[in-house]
């Protein structure tokens, strides 16, 4: 099985710098052009399934990415966006000295007072990769956010602390994992596409 896993495109908050956690954010209109524009790199792939976070931007995002329409996206609580408690919509530099360093160095620095942990965030995850492992697909697209896209590039690199906090996923970038036998390696595009002609 190869796991595409993307981050949604480009939102308002996203575009002022503000935290964006559960906040039901929809895309913009650079967001709608980069979803396009990742579509068109993938040329001809077809998915067998396309999974997003209950989120509006993620679903859009899936939609295009995955060229199915909305009605065939499935909606998956367990991938939506960290919860941010009470710096939703705050500034990235105006934070404050303990969000600031928690999302910085999560492996240093415990989460703030209503803020979801790291292990929350490795718990949900990796429940949904687990079950979705099970299934007889070739090619699946899930559809998220940067925050939990860390948590499931944990799973599908196999990281003991449960999460790949750096490089930051960035908006409409897709991380391509092969899953073979509860064995996980990440693909580049290069690869991919040599052994998709093979």
């Not at 909606?75 to 939703?88: A, H, L, Q, V, W």
């Not at 699946?140 to 499931?152: D, F, K, M, T």
Request: net charge positive; glycine share 8%; charged share 30%.
């Amino acid at each position: 099985m190869k796991i595409w896993v993307t981050r949604h495109g480009q939102t308002n908050l996203n575009k002022k710098r503000l935290m964006q956690g559960r906040t039901d954010e929809p895309l913009n209109a650079t967001g709608i052009r980069q979803a396009r524009e990742a579509r068109k790199m993938l040329g001809d792939i077809v998915f067998d399934a396309v999974y997003a976070s209950p989120l509006d931007r993620a679903v859009t995002t899936a939609s295009i990415i995955g060229n199915v329409d909305r009605s065939e996206v499935i909606i998956e609580p367990r991938i939506i966006e960290t919860d941010f408690g009470k710096y939703e919509k705050r500034k990235y530099y105006l934070m404050g000295p303990s969000m600031s360093l928690y999302w910085a160095l999560p492996e240093l620095f415990p989460a703030p007072e209503s803020v979801e942990s790291v292990s929350s965030m490795v718990e949900r995850s990796s429940g949904f990769l687990k079950e979705l492992e099970q299934k007889d697909y070739d090619n699946v697209l899930i559809s998220c956010h940067g925050g939990i896209i860390r948590a499931i590039s944990g799973y599908l690199e196999d990281r003991k602390n449960g999460i790949l906090w750096r490089p930051k996923p960035h908006n409409c970038e897709i991380r391509i994992y092969e899953s073979l036998h509860g064995r996980h390696r990440r693909l580049s595009p290069e690869e991919y596409m040599k052994s998709h002609k093979g």
